[in-house]
């Protein structure tokens, strides 16, 4: 799946005037790790949203699904305690740099690694489906590449695809469903000319018509991705160069 040069603009352009408001990490940043309840919630809403990109990580790595799932669940309950995250700072930068960087030092505590089964599984901290781990593991492109370039493809692919969850929910809520599960195979692409003369028939409307609706679909989007890397960034000035990332990501790496 490619991004078009529109998809691009729209996402760099919406909402790239709007002021950087309060996100689950600059909560965490700003709080010194988990010691209020914002800041725990904070983070905990971050580890149930990207912990495949570590799964996937240490699946790339060579641990087997199981192992991987309870070592996910054993980093999570060491990122939780107080005196580890008291020195991140707004220079640690992006969740997600921070994220794979401190699983890494996590990895290389042999002690822990070898006990994570039992961390993790006396202190789950985000539900994990092996079945569903498994799944995404199998379906992620290029199944050769680096663990860190795993790391990043499941990065870009979860939060593509949370984009992509809120979009639907909020067609859905117009009993727009119909609408987005037409349009969205073009979300990301440009249509071909038959692709689209199959749109107007399907949706009843001529090409012009059809040219607007995915416009608006690809701009909102846009918006949706922006507001979801947000999350994810201590500061504003991040929020560009972590989209530039993840579509540089996304073009080298997907194939759908």
Request: include cysteine.
């Amino acid at each position: 799946m490619a991004i078009s040069q529109e998809q691009r603009n729209d996402q760099e352009d919406d909402g790239g005037n709007a002021q950087f408001t309060q996100t689950h990490w600059s909560t965490i940043v700003e709080a010194g790790g988990p010691t209020s309840t914002e800041a725990r919630e904070a983070l905990n809403r971050l580890c149930e949203r990207y912990w495949h990109p570590l799964y996937a990580f240490l699946r790339r790595r060579g641990v087997d699904g199981h192992t991987a799932k309870d070592v996910t669940q054993g980093f999570f309950a060491h990122l939780f305690q107080q005196d580890f995250l008291r020195k991140v700072h707004r220079d640690k930068g992006r969740f997600r740099s921070f994220l794979l960087a401190s699983l890494t030092n996590f990895l290389k505590d042999e002690w822990r690694r070898e006990n994570a089964q039992v961390r993790g599984g006396s202190a789950e901290i985000v539900s994990i489906d092996e079945a569903e781990a498994e799944e995404k593991y199998s379906h992620l492109p290029r199944q050769d590449a680096e663990p860190s370039d795993t790391f990043d493809l499941s990065w870009a692919v979860t939060t593509v695809a949370e984009a992509k969850r809120k979009l639907r929910k909020e067609y859905a809520q117009k009993s727009d469903e119909k609408f987005y599960d037409l349009l969205q195979p073009h979300l990301t692409s440009k249509g071909e000319g038959g692709s689209y003369a199959a749109l107007t028939q399907a949706l009843g409307k001529d090409e012009n018509a059809v040219g607007v609706l995915l416009h608006r679909m690809r701009r909102r989007f846009g918006q949706l991705l922006r507001e979801e890397i947000a999350q994810t960034v201590a500061s504003r000035a991040e929020i560009d160069e972590e989209i530039r990332y993840l579509l540089q990501v996304w073009a080298g790496g997907t194939t759908t």
